[in-house]
């Protein structure tokens, strides 16, 4: 299906270019949000009669979202949750989270601004995109911790999980019987007998 882009679409072009996308994509994406025409005949008349108007609303939209982006780049936001050991969280993290704590932070975006091309299920600091218009994207770092003390140390840039892992396998030892064979149960129940034995 041939359309009208009345919008700059990331991976398929900018205002006023025809192109061809799939019929569902077309259906369910770009007309009903109004970012393009169907193109047929009348339609683009209609887009060369208002295409001053609609670059114009453009270049507003686009000023007015250069402006904002001013406040959201380079913004970090913590999110504190639970995780597991290996620092698999319960649960993950959505949009819904990074757009609730921006505002905490003094910051409105919307769900639909916020880029996120997998949820986040561990912790760590993640890097997400904020597409506050189609021409002006901007970063946020959103720092995911198991507590206050875990968010300020990733934040500055330690790796916490493969420390604990350190900490882990210098804290466990196993008591070793060089004469034990593979798999020799009775060797390794005998030896603290004898022990009691000699005290």
Same mark, same amino acid.
């Given at each position: 299906?041939? *359309?009208?882009? #009345? &919008?700059?679409?990331?991976?398929?072009?900018?205002?006023?270019? !025809? %192109?061809?996308? @799939? $019929?569902?994509? /077309?259906?369910?994406?770009?007309?009903?949000?109004?970012?393009?025409?169907?193109?047929?005949?009348?339609?683009?008349?209609?887009?060369?009669?208002?295409?001053?108007?609609?670059?114009?609303?453009?270049?507003?939209?686009?000023?007015?979202?250069?402006?904002?982006?001013?406040?959201?780049?380079?913004?970090?936001?913590?999110?504190?949750?639970?995780?597991?050991?290996?620092?698999?969280?319960?649960?993950?993290?959505?949009?819904?989270?990074? *757009?609730?704590? #921006? &505002?905490?932070?003094?910051?409105?975006?919307?769900?639909?601004? !916020? %880029?996120?091309? @997998? $949820?986040?299920? /561990?912790?760590?600091?993640?890097?997400?995109?904020?597409?506050?218009?189609?021409?002006?994207?901007?970063?946020?770092?959103?720092?995911?911790?198991?507590?206050?003390?875990?968010?300020?140390?990733?934040?500055?840039?330690?790796?916490?999980?493969?420390?604990?892992?350190?900490?882990?396998?210098?804290?466990?030892?196993?008591?070793?019987?060089?004469?034990?064979?593979?798999?020799?149960?009775?060797?390794?129940?005998?030896?603290?007998?004898?022990?009691?034995?000699?005290?």
């Amino acid at each position: 299906m041939d *359309v009208i882009l #009345l &919008e700059r679409v990331e991976k398929l072009g900018g205002i006023g270019d !025809v %192109v061809s996308v @799939k $019929p569902g994509f /077309a259906r369910n994406f770009l007309l009903p949000r109004k970012k393009a025409l169907r193109a047929n005949e009348a339609n683009r008349k209609v887009f060369e009669a208002n295409r001053a108007q609609i670059e114009a609303d453009n270049a507003n939209r686009r000023a007015d979202a250069e402006k904002a982006s001013k406040n959201v780049d380079g913004k970090s936001v913590t999110l504190i949750r639970q995780a597991s050991n290996t620092g698999q969280l319960y649960g993950s993290v959505s949009v819904r989270d990074i *757009v609730e704590a #921006l &505002e905490a932070d003094g910051v409105k975006v919307q769900k639909n601004q !916020v %880029v996120l091309d @997998k $949820p986040i299920k /561990a912790i760590g600091v993640n890097t997400v995109k904020v597409a506050l218009h189609p021409e002006v994207a901007v970063t946020i770092t959103v720092n995911v911790a198991r507590s206050p003390e875990e968010a300020e140390l990733q934040a500055q840039g330690v790796d916490v999980m493969a420390e604990m892992f350190e900490k882990d396998a210098a804290g466990f030892t196993e008591a070793f019987d060089p004469n034990a064979e593979p798999g020799d149960i009775a060797a390794a129940t005998a030896a603290p007998e004898g022990d009691t034995a000699s005290a």
